[in-house]
């Protein structure tokens, strides 16, 4: 995972300076300012995955919260989400520290050093434990399934299927979307 925040990540972001959304600018200020505390690649990864999600209109909670630097597990544990949850801690979503990964309520490791392993790990969890992606955040955890880990099924997804409805067989078309434009961007330089 981590080369390939390195690899495509450098594409996202040239994609992200591209985009005259104000979450897009928002997101590169806060890695501007991030960049000069942190240098161990941890306000990169944050930045992509923000922005994809920002792209996808997608709420950053459903995949990653952050908690302050003094939180205890005990007091992360109250307030859990069911999926699994990357937890950071620290003052922003960039600037966090050190990392914990939760699954169904319960935080499962509290030792993760950065960003790109909890992401791994989180992403690992919805394979390894056979879990639906949450609708809440479908779109972006397919778009790290295809473009960061390279599973690409040309048929079926682990979306939720929303009640009464046929169950998605195809790629997120908002994915594809993105996909595209970042290869536009790559294309184009």
């Known amino acids: 995972m981590n080369s390939a925040f390195t690899h495509k990540g450098e594409k996202i972001l ?9 979450n897009f600018r928002k997101i590169q200020e806060q890695l501007v300012e991030a960049k000069c505390s942190m240098s161990n690649g941890t306000p990169e990864a944050v930045a992509i995955t923000c922005a994809v999600m920002s792209f996808f209109s997608e709420k950053e909670e ?18 859990l989400p069911d999926m699994p949850c990357l937890i950071g801690f620290g003052e922003s979503r960039m600037l966090a520290s050190r990392f914990m990964l939760s699954i169904d309520g319960v935080v499962v490791n509290d030792h993760i050093s950065t960003f790109a392993a909890g992401l791994a790990m989180l992403f690992c969890s919805y394979y390894n434990f056979n879990i639906m992606y949450p609708l809440d955040c479908a779109a972006t955890l397919e778009f790290i399934q295809r473009c960061f880990v390279g599973i690409n099924p040309d048929r079926g997804s682990k979306v939720q299927v929303k ?4 169950r998605y067989s195809q790629t997120h078309p908002k994915v594809l979307s993105l996909i595209s434009a970042i290869a536009d961007v790559d294309w184009r330089s």
């Open 14 to 22: 040239k994609w992200m300076k591209e985009q005259p959304s104000k």
């Open 62 to 79: 459903t995949v990653y919260k952050c908690v302050e630097a003094a939180a205890t597990k005990a007091d992360i544990e109250k307030n």
């Open 163 to 166: 009640k009464n409805c046929k």
